[in-house]
């Protein structure tokens, strides 16, 4: 019989992969006149050809994170690897901004305030991700025995 938290646990994570995949949509088929909209006061001769391709690589890396989250969800307790790798992945994106917020002095680019909250909704994230995972199950043999 299955947990009633492993529901919740779809839902979350199918929420998660459609979001993943349209950011990764966007970040393959977008354009400079895009990219300048979407980033916060960058000049037309910051976004050059070499970030763009930058960002289609990594929209193909989201792509890629939203097809294991998807897989995820269908099935939460055969696939408790991918949310733990996910867990320890958004607590590590949690870090590392604030470690840059602190030793490159980024104030100047992007808002302290703005750093400080994506961190905390990705630990938010995390924490939910933790929570709702499916626990240790008694095994059961396969078979007639």
């Not at 590590?92 to 604030?98: D, G, H």
Request: hydrophobic letters at 55%; proline letters at 6%; aromatic letters at 10%.
């Amino acid at each position: 019989m299955s947990d009633p938290s492993d529901g919740r646990l779809q839902v979350v994570l199918g929420f998660l992969s459609l979001f993943v995949t349209i950011g990764g949509a966007v970040l393959i088929f977008s354009s400079k006149p895009l990219i300048v909209r979407l980033f916060p006061y960058p000049s037309e001769a910051e976004i050059s050809t070499l970030l763009l391709f930058t960002l289609k690589e990594t929209g193909g890396f989201a792509l890629m994170l939203a097809v294991m989250v998807f897989f995820a969800a269908r099935d939460p307790v055969r696939n408790v690897a991918i949310i733990d790798a996910l867990t320890v992945g958004l607590c590590i994106l949690a870090v590392t901004p604030l470690v840059s917020l602190r030793m490159l002095e980024i104030q100047s680019i992007y808002p302290g305030h703005l750093v400080w909250a994506r961190s905390v909704i990705r630990l938010a994230l995390a924490a939910l991700l933790y929570y709702l995972r499916p626990r240790e199950t008694q095994w059961k043999l396969a078979g007639d025995f």
